[in-house]
């Protein structure tokens, strides 16, 4: 805790001197009390809260879905090599394709709003998803394979109590990079799809009247998102799970 | 002639490796009686591993066959428990209790049965105060007693050992030894137990197959007439570990 607060003292120090240099115009650097000020006036009126939900909205439905096709696409190609010589180099190749480059072609396949988003967290998720799981697949020590195999568990069992569980620290990191990547592709998709609602949109929208303050603070709103998430889901979820079986060393252990 | 529990009848086991047949093991011929002890020793490359993976049903000899109680082996089987010598062979997700009714879940056992029956052979290996501990949070030595308890939980009448403290510091080792001896002697499983550690052969065995490598095939059968528990210091022990060593060279 004091860590983070030491982390954050001093990056607030930097901006706020940087804000009062004058390197750039004031109006392109608010100051620290500006920010805050902005931030207290949204969440007051609760708009805030509904750009964040909408937003969050996009990210959940696209992740589960990337995550849906994704994991299990890994893990047959973690299984079968026939099926790993035809997705690789697919994958291979469409992975380096920054998702906010799939725009132009999204709207003009669903149009402006939402599902052009969501579509882009879509494949923006995917990849590390698919990845993770195959990687998680292959690195499934041999010796718990045959240990239980030599116990009578068929494929089938072999699968789920054992592959599952042992590929697991893997999908869990894939899930870290598949959020991540879905925040950079929603918050671009807002910004240029010219969604409603949505932190993206409301950065872009300032603009329009210089509203630096506002734009400044959705970042810091994006950022705390990301660190509640961070902190709250993903250890969390790595505490009860990998952390505990000694399989991964926690953070900060 | 007395039928044997376990024949090993004439194993050939050939793997192939740049462009030529390399001959892992030839002609293998070892009978068993139930609840006999037998140590398989001999250098790193005699085969013994894979004579062990042959019997538990890991691998397909080449030529010959195996028959445990009048039947052959052809795969895996719930007859046989195997011990490997990587602490790593235990679930890492599932506590010491859990890991130990692995097999007993296999089996469709029922669940307050199988709860009984893992912490029965927990005590038996001394652990049942760490039943609910993950591997990763025992020691080497209790993590294999655990390997050891797993194996044992579902009732296999044939334990295979590889190995399985060979990993261990040497005191931990002489523990496991006696440990393995009692619970031997209480549950009088038919062991296979592989090792290039001389002494410790002599020490757990009733009887010791000798094995030489390229190909790998039997040199000696010793058997070790002296009464349990074994002092590993007594002028008749010695004598015993020499002849083996002098089989080894």
């Not at chain 1, 983070?4 to 004058?22: H, N, P, Y």
């Not at chain 1, 998803?129 to 116990?151: C, D, E, K, P």
């Not at chain 2, 050992?161 to 990993?167: G, I, L, Q, S, V």
């Amino acid at each position: 805790m004091k860590g983070t607060l030491v982390s954050f003292g001093f990056a607030a120090l930097v901006w706020e001197a940087f804000a009062r240099s004058g390197i750039f115009p004031a109006v392109a650097t608010p100051s620290l009390l500006a920010i805050g000020a902005a931030l207290v006036a949204m969440i007051a009126d609760g708009t805030l809260f509904v750009h964040v939900l909408y937003t969050l909205y996009r990210i959940v439905v696209g992740l589960a879905l990337a995550a849906i096709v994704g994991v299990p696409l890994g893990m047959l190609m973690g299984r079968f090599g026939s099926v790993e010589r035809f997705v690789l180099p697919l994958v291979s190749v469409l992975n380096p394709i920054p998702s906010l480059a799939w725009v132009p072609v999204f709207i003009m396949w669903f149009g402006l709003g939402n599902t052009a988003a969501m579509a882009l967290v879509f494949y923006a998720a995917a990849f590390p998803l698919i990845l993770n799981a195959w990687t998680g697949m292959r690195s499934v020590n041999r010796i718990w394979l045959r240990a239980a195999s030599s116990m009578g568990a068929d494929d089938r069992t072999l699968f789920l109590k054992v592959v599952l569980p042992g590929a697991l620290p893997f999908v869990i990191a894939g899930l870290r990079q598949a959020f991540a990547r879905a925040w950079i592709a929603v918050v671009g998709g807002e910004m240029i799809a010219a969604t409603s609602w949505g932190l993206g949109w409301l950065i872009f929208d300032s603009k329009e009247f210089l509203n630096t303050d506002v734009m400044i603070a959705t970042l810091v709103a994006i950022g705390v998102l990301g660190l509640v998430f961070e902190r709250v889901v993903f250890q969390l979820l790595e505490r009860r799970t990998v952390g505990r079986w000694g399989m991964v060393r926690m953070a900060g252990a | 002639m007395r039928v044997s529990f376990i024949e090993l009848r004439h194993l050939t086991f050939e793997y192939e490796a740049a462009e030529r047949t390399v001959p892992a093991l030839r002609d293998v011929t070892i009978a068993m009686a139930e609840s006999e002890f037998l140590c398989v020793v001999g250098r790193s490359g005699c085969g013994k591993t894979t004579l062990l993976n042959i019997v538990a049903g890991f691998l397909q000899p080449t030529k010959g066959e195996v028959l445990i109680g009048g039947k052959p082996v052809t795969g895996r089987g719930f007859d046989r428990g195997v011990v490997f010598q990587d602490f790593a062979q235990l679930f890492p997700w599932r506590t010491a209790q859990r890991n130990v009714e692995f097999g007993l879940e296999m089996k469709g056992m029922a669940s307050a049965e199988r709860v009984e029956t893992a912490r029965r052979f927990l005590a038996l290996v001394n652990l049942e105060a760490f039943a609910g501990a993950y591997p990763h949070e025992l020691s080497g030595g209790m993590q294999q007693r655990v390997a050891i308890a797993r194996a044992l939980a579902y009732n296999p009448s044939v334990l295979l050992m590889d190995e399985p403290f060979a990993a261990l510091d040497a005191l931990t080792r002489d523990e496991m030894q006696k440990l393995l001896v009692d619970v031997w002697s209480q549950t009088r499983k038919t062991v296979i137990y592989v090792t290039h550690n001389v002494a410790e052969a002599v020490y757990l065995a009733d009887r010791i197959v000798v094995m030489t490598p390229h190909p790998g095939t039997v040199k000696a059968d010793v058997r070790v007439a002296l009464s349990r528990p074994r002092d590993p210091l007594s002028i008749a022990f010695l004598e015993y570990q020499k002849e083996v060593v002098g089989h080894l060279r």
